[in-house]
């Protein structure tokens, strides 16, 4: 070997060396690979769903009863926490006490009404008498005066009479509706007092209602339904005891008179069929109301990324994954409303979404697994 060569093996060694360091760095500066994705275009379509309440059943009648006598229980003349008519005979009081007290009420009354007969002779005949100028005008004035007297005593009578009779009627205490009533308070032989006492509750049952509060803003939206005449299977409001639905449709009543100006919601009333007696005064529960929404974009939910509370979808844009915040609406089964954010058309990653971030290159592929494809650039 010449040593005139040497150099210019050194120069190619120096150029392949080059070269290879050169095909390292190349390497070293490209990106994470492509993920693979399935997208889908956004449309708009109607959307039926139903928002929720927090509903406590309330009874459309409810009353406490209250003895308006005092004695002793003599007589219960139900089941408790059965059906009751009205008119139907609950309780009993002791009748003693008011029976002896109308048997004094009507003598009196015929002690005052045969005062007033005799009155009523004393001053007819003291009037023939001052017709003949045979008697003391003084005398015919007394007569006439006692007779009014005597008017009187017995139209006090007759009021006492009423009242005792009242009394007696009070010693059998009736249901003033029909409904269900519950526990007995009292039992046999127990002493009640007027007004003080109570004896028992008792409440309507089939209709009942259900209460719920909203805010103010839906004011509108329950008048159109309370003006609305719903048909006979409208199910625009359902009502549901964790998760479990109750078999009848309701119909709104009544919307409260005014919002409360502290929290700016009002009271509504729904009322709902019970013939089976399921639902129970004090029952909570969640009222559902069927709302309709026209041209709303729904989109898979799965498509759907929260980061920090805030919720995000990542659109195709060319090769690349972009990030755009959306508002989120109602759920619809596995999809879900976007209230602000899509519109139609756009075109949104719906799978492979857990290993996207800003930017990240993307193979198009189909829903179902069917083979990418790089995007067109």
């Known amino acids: 070997m010449s040593f005139k060569n040497i150099?210019?093996?050194a120069s190619v060694a120096l150029l392949l060396a080059t070269f290879a360091c050169g095909n390292k760095n190349q390497q070293g500066m490209q990106g994470p690979p492509p993920v693979n994705v399935a997208v889908?275009?956004?449309s708009t379509g109607d959307a039926a769903y139903y928002d929720e309440y927090p509903a406590i059943v309330r009874a459309?009648?409810?009353?406490?009863?209250?003895p308006q006598v005092s004695g002793?229980?003599?007589?219960?003349?139900?089941?408790e926490g059965q059906q009751v008519k009205k008119g139907q005979k609950l309780y009993s009081i002791d009748q003693q006490q008011s029976e002896a007290n109308y048997s004094q009420a009507l003598a009196n009354l015929s002690v005052q009404e045969a005062n007033l007969e005799k009155a009523k002779r004393d001053v007819d005949r003291y009037r023939e008498l001052d017709k003949q100028d045979a008697i003391a005008k003084q005398q015919v004035d007394y007569a006439e005066a006692t007779y009014e007297a005597a008017q009187k005593q017995v139209d006090a009578a007759k009021a006492a009479v009423r009242s005792v009779q009242t009394n007696v009627r009070y010693t059998s205490i009736t249901a003033p509706f029909d409904g269900t009533i519950g526990i007995s308070l009292v039992r046999l032989g127990a002493a009640v007092t007027p007004g003080q006492t109570i004896l028992n509750t008792i409440s309507s049952d089939n209709p009942i209602?259900?209460?719920i509060t909203v805010d103010q803003q839906e004011i509108y939206r329950f008048s159109?339904?309370?003006a609305r005449k719903a048909a006979k299977n409208d199910s625009t409001f359902r009502l549901s005891f964790k998760g479990e639905l109750y078999p009848y449709s309701g119909k709104i009543s009544i919307i409260d008179r005014a919002v409360d100006p502290q929290t700016g919601t009002i009271k509504m009333r729904i009322e709902f069929p019970n013939p089976d007696h399921i639902l129970r005064s004090g029952m909570s529960g969640t009222l559902l109301v069927q709302t309709t929404t026209s041209k709303a974009v729904i989109i898979p939910y799965k498509a759907v990324n929260e980061q920090l509370g805030e919720f995000y979808v990542y659109m195709a844009d060319s090769a690349k994954a972009t990030q755009v915040k959306v508002k989120l609406g109602k759920q619809v089964g596995r999809n879900i409303i976007i209230r602000d954010g899509l519109k139609e058309g756009d075109v949104i990653i719906t799978e492979g979404i857990q290993s996207l971030r800003e930017g990240t290159p993307i193979n198009i592929g189909q829903p179902g697994g069917n083979a990418p494809q790089a995007a067109k650039k």
């Not at 002793?72 to 089941?79: A, C, P, Q, V």
């Open 60 to 66: 459309l009648q409810e009353v406490e009863l209250r």
């Open 40 to 42: 889908q275009t956004v």
């Open 7 to 9: 150099p210019s093996y």
């Open 224 to 226: 159109e339904l309370l």
């Open 209 to 211: 209602a259900v209460d």
């Open 72 to 79: 002793y229980i003599t007589g219960i003349h139900f089941m």
